[in-house]
C-alpha cells in the first residue's frame, strides 16, 4: 500500500508505525542493517503533495512552483465568509479552519511569527485550490472510486490500529467517520485523476540511468553498522552488580527485561542496527566489541549502559546492477512529476481563481 495512504490522509500518522530516535523508542522489529536489499532515502516527486500538506508547510518545498502560480488569482468581492472562489466552487472560511485545525492537531501549534504563519496559510490554501481543480477534472473526465474500494482501504487502513485505537484517533481530530470516509474519497480520486494525466511510460536509457548512479552514489554507500543491545540503570553500583551477573552467563535479554530503564527494555534490550554518530559518543563504545562481546559500564546523561554486540554489517556500496532496476524506477517518478506540475500548472492558468487575501488575515 502506498505511504501516502497510510496516513490516514492529512489526519493523523499511523500510531503503530514510531520512528526511532536516539534513545527514546522501542526499536523497529523487522531488523535489518540499512543498505541489505534497500534502496536510496526518497526524494519525493511532489505529483501527490496537493493533499499531503505537512511537508509543504514546514518545508516549503512547493512553495515557489504553486504560489507562483497562484499570483494569477484575482481579488475580487465574494460572498460574504468565503475565501475563495475556484470555477464555480467556494471555499469557506469555516472549510479553511477546519482544515487548518488538523493541522495544529497534529503538529501542537503553528509557527508563532507573523511572515511564517502567513506563508503557511496561503501556501495552504494553494493547496485546497489544487484539490478542488484536480477534483473537477475527475468530474469533468467521469473518474470515481466504487464503495468497494473505499471499504477495501478503510480496512487495510484500519489494520494498522489496535482496539478501539483507530475511532479514538478520530474522535481526538473532532470528525466524524463520514467526513475523514469523504476525504479518503476524495484522495483516492485525485490518484486516478494523477495517475492518468501524469504518467511516464517512456523508455529509460541505460546512460541516464548510469549517470544517476554516479551522482548519487552515496545514496548507495553505507558505513559500518551494528546491531546492539542495551541494559541501562540510574547507579554506577547496580550497573557493576549487573555485568558481573552477565560475565557469569545470565541471559541478557532477560535482565534487560527486569533492570533496564529504558523503553527497548520491552525488546530485550535491542536497540536494531545503528552507524557510528547515529547514536549518543557513548555508544561508539560498540564498536570497539565483537560479536557476542560485552562492554563495560559506560556513563551517559542517560544513565549507566551496558552493551552486548549482538551482529555486526560491514560498509558496503550496492553495485550498480544491484540498484539500477530502482534507479530507472526513481527516474521515471521524477519524470511523471515533471508531468504532473506542467499540467497543474495549466489547469491553474485556465481556471478562474479568486482570493479575498484581507479574509485570510482572520483565518485561525
Same mark, same amino acid.
Given at each position: 500500500?502506498?505511504?501516502?495512504?497510510?496516513?490516514?490522509?492529512?489526519?493523523?500518522?499511523?500510531?503503530?508505525?514510531?520512528?526511532?530516535?536516539?534513545?527514546?523508542?522501542?526499536?523497529?522489529?523487522?531488523?535489518?542493517?540499512?543498505?541489505?536489499?534497500?534502496?536510496?532515502?526518497?526524494?519525493?516527486?511532489?505529483?501527490?503533495?496537493?493533499?499531503?500538506?505537512?511537508?509543504?508547510?514546514?518545508?516549503?518545498?512547493?512553495?515557489?512552483?504553486?504560489?507562483?502560480?497562484?499570483?494569477?488569482?484575482?481579488?475580487?468581492?465574494?460572498?460574504?465568509?468565503?475565501?475563495?472562489?475556484?470555477?464555480?466552487?467556494?471555499?469557506?472560511?469555516?472549510?479553511?479552519?477546519?482544515?487548518?485545525?488538523?493541522?495544529?492537531?497534529?503538529?501542537?501549534?503553528?509557527?508563532?511569527?507573523?511572515?511564517?504563519?502567513?506563508?503557511?496559510?496561503?501556501?495552504?490554501?494553494?493547496?485546497?485550490?489544487?484539490?478542488?481543480?484536480?477534483?473537477?477534472?475527475?468530474?469533468?473526465?467521469?473518474?470515481?472510486?466504487?464503495?468497494?474500494?473505499?471499504?477495501?482501504?478503510?480496512?487495510?487502513?484500519?489494520?494498522?490500529?489496535?482496539?478501539?485505537?483507530?475511532?479514538?484517533?478520530?474522535?481526538?481530530?473532532?470528525?466524524?467517520?463520514?467526513?475523514?470516509?469523504?476525504?479518503?474519497?476524495?484522495?483516492?480520486?485525485?490518484?486516478?485523476?494523477?495517475?492518468?494525466?501524469?504518467?511516464?511510460?517512456?523508455?529509460?536509457?541505460?546512460?541516464?540511468?548510469?549517470?544517476?548512479?554516479? $551522482?548519487?552514489? $552515496?545514496?548507495?554507500?553505507?558505513?559500518?553498522?551494528?546491531?546492539?543491545?542495551?541494559?541501562?540503570?540510574?547507579?554506577?553500583?547496580?550497573?557493576? %552488580?549487573?555485568?558481573?551477573?552477565?560475565?557469569?552467563?545470565?541471559?541478557?535479554?532477560?535482565? %534487560?527485561?527486569?533492570?533496564?530503564?529504558?523503553?527497548?527494555?520491552?525488546?530485550?534490550?535491542?536497540?536494531?542496527?545503528? %552507524?557510528?554518530?547515529?547514536?549518543?559518543? %557513548?555508544?561508539?563504545?560498540?564498536?570497539?566489541?565483537?560479536?557476542?562481546?560485552?562492554?563495560?559500564?559506560?556513563?551517559?546523561?542517560?544513565?549507566?549502559?551496558?552493551?552486548?554486540?549482538? $551482529?555486526?554489517?560491514?560498509?558496503?556500496?550496492?553495485?550498480?546492477?544491484?540498484?539500477?532496476?530502482?534507479?530507472?524506477?526513481?527516474?521515471?517518478?521524477?519524470?511523471?512529476?515533471?508531468?504532473?506540475?506542467?499540467?497543474?500548472?495549466?489547469?491553474?492558468?485556465?481556471?478562474?481563481?479568486?482570493?479575498?487575501?484581507?479574509?485570510? $488575515?482572520?483565518?485561525?
Amino acid at each position: 500500500m502506498r505511504k501516502h495512504v497510510r496516513s490516514l490522509y492529512l489526519l493523523f500518522s499511523p500510531m503503530n508505525h514510531p520512528v526511532r530516535r536516539r534513545n527514546s523508542e522501542l526499536p523497529p522489529r523487522g531488523i535489518k542493517p540499512r543498505g541489505a536489499n534497500e534502496g536510496p532515502p526518497s526524494k519525493g516527486n511532489g505529483m501527490h503533495c496537493w493533499f499531503d500538506w505537512r511537508p509543504i508547510m514546514w518545508i516549503g518545498l512547493l512553495i515557489v512552483a504553486l504560489c507562483t502560480m497562484g499570483c494569477q488569482k484575482e481579488e475580487v468581492n465574494l460572498p460574504q465568509d468565503t475565501l475563495a472562489q475556484v470555477n464555480e466552487e467556494l471555499i469557506t472560511l469555516e472549510e479553511f479552519n477546519n482544515e487548518l485545525r488538523d493541522i495544529k492537531l497534529e503538529h501542537g501549534k503553528l509557527p508563532e511569527d507573523r511572515e511564517s504563519l502567513d506563508q503557511l496559510k496561503t501556501t495552504f490554501l494553494d493547496q485546497i485550490i489544487n484539490r478542488k481543480l484536480i477534483l473537477g477534472e475527475a468530474r469533468r473526465m467521469n473518474i470515481h472510486v466504487s464503495e468497494e474500494e473505499i471499504n477495501k482501504t478503510i480496512l487495510a487502513l484500519k489494520r494498522d490500529y489496535a482496539g478501539e485505537s483507530f475511532k479514538a484517533t478520530l474522535e481526538n481530530r473532532g470528525m466524524s467517520f463520514e467526513q475523514w470516509k469523504r476525504r479518503l474519497r476524495e484522495k483516492l480520486i485525485a490518484e486516478k485523476v494523477i495517475t492518468t494525466v501524469a504518467q511516464f511510460d517512456g523508455p529509460i536509457d541505460d546512460k541516464s540511468v548510469k549517470q544517476y548512479y554516479e $551522482e548519487h552514489i $552515496e545514496d548507495y554507500s553505507f558505513p559500518e553498522q551494528v546491531r546492539a543491545r542495551q541494559i541501562v540503570v540510574a547507579t554506577v553500583e547496580e550497573a557493576k %552488580a549487573i555485568l558481573r551477573r552477565l560475565r557469569k552467563g545470565e541471559d541478557f535479554v532477560k535482565l %534487560a527485561k527486569e533492570k533496564s530503564m529504558m523503553p527497548e527494555r520491552l525488546y530485550g534490550g535491542d536497540l536494531g542496527f545503528f %552507524a557510528r554518530g547515529e547514536m549518543p559518543e %557513548a555508544f561508539d563504545e560498540v564498536f570497539s566489541l565483537k560479536v557476542g562481546g560485552l562492554s563495560k559500564v559506560v556513563k551517559s546523561p542517560y544513565g549507566y549502559h551496558i552493551f552486548k554486540v549482538e $551482529e555486526k554489517a560491514e560498509a558496503k556500496v550496492r553495485g550498480f546492477d544491484e540498484v539500477k532496476d530502482e534507479i530507472a524506477h526513481q527516474i521515471r517518478k521524477k519524470k511523471s512529476g515533471e508531468i504532473y506540475h506542467n499540467w497543474l500548472s495549466e489547469l491553474r492558468a485556465k481556471a478562474k481563481i479568486k482570493v479575498n487575501k484581507q479574509l485570510l $488575515e482572520y483565518t485561525h
